[in-house]
């Protein structure tokens, strides 16, 4: 197709304001997809994304569209992730693109996460078109929203969309729209190719699939590429596009979007953000701009229930790396916990997301020690050194300074929640930064946080607090010094590593007493008196003991406020006859389940 008969776009929104389901009207009114066969989200593939209603992968789907002026255009619909841990996964699918479909939910208005895509689209320079999406509902305000975009966005009032993506309501005015306002996309056919990846997954017959935005030049079938950040090449065993299903074409030239099968076995020879070009033209052109290395944010061990699965999570993880260059692990040894792995993930998001495959697809029970970030730990003597895991945190006297990863945060909520939503960013460490009204009753609040406190249950405190009309929205701040110290527990003198944690120094005393009265609860007495103490450096910080063993064992031991995790410990009843060995001290794993879980 000629450059001006194409359009490339991807649909921008928070969290279920409609997205998906305007993917699927463009799709069906487009005739690229049946009716019947939409009935199964077509855009969402992957199981646990149908069920968190969220996508988790980017996917590109052509359509042809015969506008009114009469002429047929290819239009590539890009779709994006749609939590922010994939943030950077949403850039690059942008850059493949000249425009974006901005939906808005006309019952709710401006959120946390329409503002993040905003700013994303508008670094990528895209046009953008504003849909007022659910027109249909008998809450919605479409004139009250239409004016939230003019007065926070700036794009004036009579250019917004109203429509009902789920009624069909106003599908051809976006595809013209789409036609009229979003330009063609440029490039040079006659230059060497150059073409973005900005998603990629591996398939067990073809290998890494890659889904490329081609900018300049043209591929086609059997000729070798190279991948100048991965610094690999192949020979493209197939290229075509989504229609939805996999279309063999054998070539794509400058504008397309499409896909090529590589024969890589592993996407990390593949990285999305990479720009692929063909081998004789390495070292004389231009890198597209944009690629960044995957770097994990949250980290976690991760360790099989029953120690006989070892060699399975080991294989599991391998294969969910097939598919995710951002997840790393490695293997580690804990005392109390055996044999397991070290895991970083790009968010909490990604972590459960990892944790849930584990759990369904692979069929393994598995154990997560409390999620942490990287630290930065300057030495006495000025050597710097990362530190993830709690256990591997230099003793006291040998550290100079900490830091610790921040992020910026901003929250829309009705004006009603301010106070609590600064009383709990304040007990979260958060340093208010600004407070703008959005409207008479609805405000945005930003903050700078640590990221180690955003992680643990922040999220959940904030939609409760605001029965759910608070949104969040994140990202990386940057590196900041902060007075931490590491909290030891000690069993019987003997520190359980698992349970090490890195924390504020304010809260470490509060922490301490309560994991203390817990484990002193979880542990069964043993014939001797086992004292549990938490420690900061030598300092003891607090202190239970479990007594020594007389006849009313067990009794009450296992009861508590366990709601996480209790289906997982429901099923591992067997798990009470496996113990641990810490200080001579006969744990049995339950008992660190049951800490872990209670976070
Ligand atoms: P996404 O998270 O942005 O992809 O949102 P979805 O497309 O999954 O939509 C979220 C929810 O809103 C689903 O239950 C949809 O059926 C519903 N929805 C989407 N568009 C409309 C609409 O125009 N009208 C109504 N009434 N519901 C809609
Ligand atoms: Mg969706």
Redesign the pocket.
């Known amino acids: 197709t000629d450059l001006a008969h194409i359009r490339n776009f991807c649909i921008i929104?928070?969290?279920?304001?409609?997205?998906?389901?305007?993917?699927?009207r463009l799709l069906e009114f487009t005739g690229t997809v049946s009716k019947r066969e939409l009935m199964q989200?077509t855009l969402?593939q992957m199981e646990l994304e149908r069920e968190k209603?969220?996508?988790i992968k980017a996917q590109a789907v052509r359509m042809r569209y015969k506008a009114l002026n009469g002429e047929e255009y290819e239009l590539n619909l890009i779709d994006t992730p749609?939590h922010v841990d994939f943030t950077y996964e949403v850039s690059r699918s942008l850059a493949a693109c000249e425009g974006a479909l901005l939906?808005v939910?006309s019952t709710q208005g401006i959120e946390a996460q329409t503002l993040a895509n905003l700013y994303l689209a508008l670094e990528a320079n895209l046009d953008l078109i504003p849909v007022i999406?659910?027109?249909?509902?008998p809450s919605a305000e479409p004139e009250r929203v239409r004016q939230e975009v003019e007065d926070v966005i700036g794009i004036p009032k009579e250019d917004c969309i109203l429509?009902?993506?789920?009624?069909g309501?106003g599908t051809q005015d976006i595809l013209e729209a789409i036609i009229k306002n979003i330009p063609p996309p440029k490039g040079d056919l006659n230059a060497p190719l150059r073409a973005l990846v900005f998603d990629s997954h591996y398939d067990a017959y073809k290998g890494v699939i890659a889904y490329l935005r081609v900018m300049d030049g043209s591929l086609k079938v059997n000729e070798r590429i190279a991948l100048i950040a991965s610094e690999s090449s192949a020979e493209i065993l197939e290229a075509g596009y989504f229609h939805p299903k996999m279309t063999s074409v054998g070539e794509l030239t400058t504008g397309e979007v499409g896909y090529i099968a590589t024969g890589f076995k592993n996407v990390k020879d593949c990285r999305v953000g990479d720009t692929v070009t063909v081998p004789s033209a390495l070292g004389t052109i231009q890198p597209l701009a944009g690629y960044e290395p995957a770097k994990p944010m949250v980290f976690a061990g991760i360790y099989p229930v029953d120690s006989n699965d070892y060699p399975e999570l080991r294989e599991a993880l391998d294969r969910l790396k097939l598919n995710d260059a951002a997840l790393f692990y490695e293997p580690e040894t804990s005392n109390a916990l055996g044999f397991g792995f070290r895991c970083g993930f790009l968010g909490l998001l990604h972590m459960e997301i990892i944790q849930e495959r584990l759990e369904r697809e692979y069929n393994l029970d598995i154990l997560a020690t409390a999620p942490s970030v990287a630290y930065h730990v300057t030495k006495m003597g000025g050597e710097v050194i990362e530190v993830d895991n709690p256990s591997e945190m230099p003793s006291f006297g040998e550290i100079e300074k900490i830091e610790e990863p921040t992020m910026d945060i901003s929250i829309f909520t009705p004006s009603r929640y301010i106070g609590t939503i600064m009383d709990l960013v304040t007990t979260r460490r958060g340093i208010y930064k600004d407070l703008k009204y959005i409207e008479a009753e609805r405000v945005l609040l930003t903050y700078t946080m640590p990221l180690a406190e955003l992680i643990i249950d922040f999220y959940d405190q904030l939609k409760s607090r605001t029965q759910g009309y608070a949104s969040l929205d994140y990202s990386f701040a940057g590196y900041l010094e902060a007075d931490l110290v590491k909290l030891d527990i000690l069993v019987n003198a003997f520190p359980v590593d698992a349970l090490s944690l890195i924390m504020h120094k304010d809260n470490a005393y509060y922490q301490g007493r309560a994991l203390v009265e817990k484990l002193q609860k979880l542990i069964p007495r043993q014939m001797f008196e086992v004292p549990i103490q938490a420690a900061i450096g030598s300092r003891v910080v607090a202190r239970e003991t479990v007594r020594a063993m007389r006849k009313d064992v067990l009794a009450k031991c296992y009861g508590g406020d366990i709601s996480r995790k209790r289906k997982l410990l429901e099923k591992q009843k067997e798990g009470k006859k496996r113990m641990k060995m810490v200080g001579s001290v006969e744990i049995p794993q339950e008992a660190f389940m049951a800490i872990l879980s209670l976070g």
């Not at 929104?13 to 699927?24: F, N, V």
């Open positions: 929104a928070h969290i279920d304001h409609g997205k998906s389901t305007l993917a699927d989200q969402d209603g969220i996508t749609g939906v939910d999406n659910k027109i249909d509902l429509a009902s993506a789920k009624e309501i």
